[in-house]
């Protein structure tokens, strides 16, 4: 996920910023990040540890999305009367407790436990980050902050599977999740030397953040950005047994083709940043319509490497891009209320993470890999249409 700035209401900032704080802040992004996606590239192994199938493990990131769900709905009141620095340093413990509930769980019932730890940092963590960020810098430095803090997103996105697949192979999948927990320590550190005092303040605007539903052309945004995380995750999440079991790779070879996948999203990024300026609404439709078409390619070709290794570098070049434009059209959408468009698109992607990866494990189980990807290509048909529809509605382009 990116991160659009907050409010002008927030606290003034340092004159110079605390820019140690923005680097603590991306570390803990990274981390946080990683540790979400890591068990796309090792659902093999821990399914066969913990003795559950390969769609039960896949269950790990519809977990920590259901927790990540509700806490970005309620972490805002929960935590009203709170130091910000506080909150965030309690949300840094829960990740290194998450990441050594992981790699030393006994059973499935802890590991998944775990995982929702993770999934409320993960929750708590971005519906606060850019009001963070624009407490700790001047206004005219925000972009520059905010962009970091997106690296550290766009660049963790973009390993996580492949660092979890090349560790999984030399230190297990507990060792490559034990990783997190060192991680956590040194950006709990970090925080607690770099974060200054942040005392809560009242909040802007009353209602709770569904009231940007009112607004034209928001309805069809979100649910249209709900399909597109549904449908990618209803596919991605099972890329690895896909590609051992259909496509036939060994290990070594399929830490190529994630890192291919990473590295192309790298390349996304980029790009999609000198497309946004003239091409908004037809990224919003082109990116889920062409994620669709991967999807069915892969059913057709997926038992032959060369052709599936560039259908997956597409995917990543597309999938990791597109909730820029989606995070583009949301400042766009609701230029005065982004704090709360913001908590909701939380809300909304991790629960549609939540909802792909569920219904992509039931469809794996029950009638295989083939079925999932129709499932997933058909969702993210649904989300282009949406998209044109939303798109339409509210009329948005950026200015050249």
């Known amino acids: 996920m990116s991160i659009q700035s907050?409010?002008?209401s927030e606290v003034s900032a340092p004159r110079e910023g605390a820019w140690g704080a923005i680097g603590a802040l991306t570390l803990c992004v990274s981390t946080l990040i990683a540790s979400e996606f890591m068990p796309v590239s090792l659902l093999t192994p821990i399914a066969a540890d913990l003795h559950i199938t390969e769609g039960q493990a896949g269950q790990a990131i519809a977990v920590s999305g259901v927790f990540a769900v509700l806490t970005s709905l309620v972490i805002s009141s929960a935590t009203r009367g709170l130091d910000r620095k506080l909150v965030l340093l309690a949300l840094t413990v829960l990740m290194l407790v998450s990441g050594l509930m992981v790699a030393f769980a006994p059973n499935?019932?802890?590991?998944?436990?775990?995982?929702?730890?993770?999934?409320?940092?993960?929750?708590?963590?971005?519906s606060m980050s850019a009001a963070t960020v624009m407490r700790l810098v001047p206004e005219d430095q925000a972009p520059r902050a905010l962009g970091v803090l997106n690296g550290g997103n766009a660049l963790a996105t973009t390993i996580a599977a492949p660092l979890g697949s090349f560790l999984g192979q030399y230190v297990g999948w507990r060792g490559a999740f034990f990783v997190v927990a060192p991680l956590a320590a040194i950006v709990l550190a970090w925080q607690h030397l770099s974060l200054p005092a942040m005392p809560p303040h009242p909040e802007p605007r009353t209602g709770s953040v569904f009231?940007?539903?009112r607004r034209r052309g928001a309805p069809l945004g979100f649910a249209a950005v709900a399909l597109l995380f549904a449908g990618q995750f209803t596919l991605f999440t099972y890329l690895r047994p896909f590609l051992e079991t259909v496509t036939r790779v060994d290990v070594s070879a399929l830490s190529l083709i994630l890192l291919g996948l990473g590295m192309a999203g790298l390349v996304g990024t980029w790009l999609i940043g000198r497309l946004?300026?003239?091409?908004?609404?037809a990224l919003l439709t082109g990116a889920p319509m062409a994620l669709a078409v991967i999807a069915v390619a892969l059913i057709t070709l997926g038992?032959?490497?060369i052709p599936t290794a560039v259908l997956l570098g597409a995917w990543g070049l597309i999938s990791v891009a597109a909730p820029v434009a989606w995070w583009t059209w949301l400042s766009k959408?609701?230029?005065d209320d982004a704090e709360a468009g913001g908590g909701l698109m939380v809300a909304v992607v991790q629960l549609a993470i939540t909802l792909g990866a569920t219904l992509g494990g039931l469809l794996v189980d029950a009638r295989g890999y083939h079925t999932a990807f129709a499932a997933s290509a058909a969702i993210l048909a649904a989300a282009a249409l949406l998209a044109a529809l939303g798109s339409r509605l509210s009329a948005l382009r950026l200015p050249s």
Not at 276 to 281: I, R, T
């Open 6 to 8: 907050a409010t002008a």
């Open 211 to 213: 009231r940007v539903l």
């Open 108 to 126: 499935a019932p802890v590991f998944m436990a775990g995982r929702a730890l993770i999934g409320v940092v993960i929750g708590g963590f971005w």
């Open 303 to 305: 038992e032959a490497t």
């Open 333 to 335: 959408a609701l230029p």
């Open 276 to 281: 946004l300026p003239a091409h908004l609404a």
